[in-house]
């Protein structure tokens, strides 16, 4: 989930031993009820006009003495966070203050984090709120003395200097109430070639059995806990079907389209795949432009799976070599690769809880006393019409600052053009005045009357009428004097300047 080939998922995970222990406990023990919810706020970050900065860190040093188990994370963000990937790993690895950091002044790279820990979460792509949550009694473990490092790939599109606040909640749960541990496992295809003006397809056939025994001496058993697709903004499709087994040919997770949205899939019950030799995954392709996108940041693409599981080994297969056109149908290109599968064996320290903790009082880490009671996201406040607007107020600013960066690039209100609004369009002012608002008896634009216009509404109320508001899924509304030029524009009379 960056440069050279890391990814979404923490990379390949090769080297990364996550135990899925999933053993009785030693003795009886009483269950302890509830949960405990911490929140940290990493503070702002500032962001350069036109920046895009895959290498950036941030870190949060949990000092904590007892392990932790998590049974759901949320991170949560006032955009320009295109993707991020977060990490577990012993807290004397890569020494210094917590808060942003450059990844490449501490030697941070994901495979050798991933080494040292396990995989926390991802976050989807161009998402501003997104939970991952696993079925009841099962967890991610933090091992004793950790801490917990995010690597974010930011981009600022506009030609505005922004900054952006993030928050990140760990929900925790008892030792008692743990069933199961769950390892993290990665699919990539790295050996992308996507065709220019036309859609196509890639297909990696992984089989995991092989490496799973070699390494385990166990047959695979795989209960899939949770899915998470990546792609950028060329992506419309994903797919994860079975190979063999009971579920053969199943499809277990789709998705179709872009939309910037939080697009992980928990499965509870856990999706027990029994007989499973392993998955087949599919990244689908509408590439508009007039040239071949390979793999990587910026103008690249990627094509990973990160899923949570049931297993005897830790996971990671790749297409690295032999891509190659299948067939054509439905004047789809189809693509297909060589998928290599590596294993490796399960930590020490991602046993299940002991006798002793399951017996313990909920241990829950010291907080710094800015983050006590702390909530997820702060609270959305509506925007106040009186408070300064940016400048220049004009259509061709709004498009810069406004719609491009905030709708169009997150593949809302572009190419796939929800609601039938395509802000990205070159007959952009038509877009507007001409749009038949759903839901509204308002207009989207009405010229000279801003509190009359659908749109103000839905950028500088946090509940338009019990719609949504704008940018969807952000926890917050848009900076306020941005918000106020586009009511600006509209109240000189939303002209196509």
């Not at 099962?138 to 030609?159: D, F």
């Amino acid at each position: 989930m960056t440069t050279s080939r890391s990814s979404p998922a923490a990379a390949l995970l090769y080297t990364l031993a996550l135990a899925p222990a999933c053993l009785p406990p030693e003795e009886p023990f009483d269950v302890i009820p509830g949960t405990r919810t911490i929140t940290h706020a990493f503070g702002q970050l500032a962001l350069p006009a036109l920046s895009d900065d895959a290498q950036r860190c941030v870190s949060w040093r949990l000092d904590n003495e007892a392990a932790l188990y998590v049974q759901s994370v949320r991170l949560a963000n006032q955009g320009s966070f295109h993707h991020s990937n977060w990490i577990v790993v012993p807290e004397d690895a890569y020494p210094g203050p917590d808060g942003y950091w450059s990844c490449l002044d501490r030697d941070f790279e994901e495979i050798s984090a991933a080494q040292q820990g396990t995989v926390l979460f991802a976050q989807s792509t161009q998402s501003y709120d997104e939970a991952q949550r696993l079925a009841d009694g099962a967890v991610i473990k933090i091992p004793p003395r950790h801490k917990i490092v995010g690597l974010l790939h930011t981009l600022n599109s506009s030609p505005r200097d922004a900054s952006s606040g993030l928050w990140l909640t760990l929900e925790l749960i008892h030792p008692s109430n743990v069933d199961t541990i769950v390892t993290p496992m990665t699919m990539q295809y790295h050996d992308l070639a996507i065709p220019g003006e036309r859609e196509s397809r890639f297909t990696g056939v992984c089989d995991l059995s092989v490496a799973h025994g070699l390494v385990s001496l166990q047959p695979l058993d795989l209960r899939l806990h949770y899915i998470l697709p990546h792609y950028h903004y060329l992506g419309n499709y994903f797919d994860v079907s079975v190979i063999g087994g009971e579920r053969d040919g199943e499809s277990v997770f789709r998705m179709t389209g872009f939309n910037g949205e939080g697009n992980g899939k928990a499965f509870d019950p856990p999706l027990h795949l029994p007989g499973a030799t392993g998955l087949r995954f599919t990244c689908g392709y509408d590439n508009w432009r007039n040239e071949t996108v390979g793999w990587g940041n910026g103008d690249g693409e990627m094509c990973v799976l990160l899923a949570l599981v049931e297993a005897d080994a830790v996971l990671g297969s790749s297409v690295d070599a032999y891509n190659h056109l299948v067939e054509v149908k439905d004047d789809i290109r189809r693509y297909e690769g060589t998928c290599l599968t590596a294993a490796t064996p399960r930590k020490a320290n991602q046993s299940l809880p002991s006798a002793a903790e399951r017996r313990a009082g909920f241990y829950v880490p010291p907080q710094d006393p800015a983050d006590a009671e702390l909530p997820p996201a702060p609270a959305c406040r509506d925007v106040d019409p009186a408070l300064p607007a940016a400048t220049p107020a004009t259509l061709t600013s709004i498009r810069d600052t406004i719609f491009a960066p905030s709708c169009s690039f997150s593949a809302c209100h572009g190419a796939a053009a929800a609601a039938g609004l395509d802000l990205g369009a070159a007959d952009l002012h038509a877009q507007l005045l001409g749009h038949a608002a759903l839901g509204s008896p308002l207009p989207l634009v009405a010229p000279g009357d801003p509190d009359g216009s659908w749109l103000v509404h839905l950028l500088s109320r946090c509940d338009p009428d019990g719609a949504s508001h704008m940018p969807k899924n952000a926890p917050f509304l848009l900076d306020a004097a941005l918000v106020n030029k586009v009511r600006a524009w509209i109240a000189a009379g939303a002209e196509d300047d």
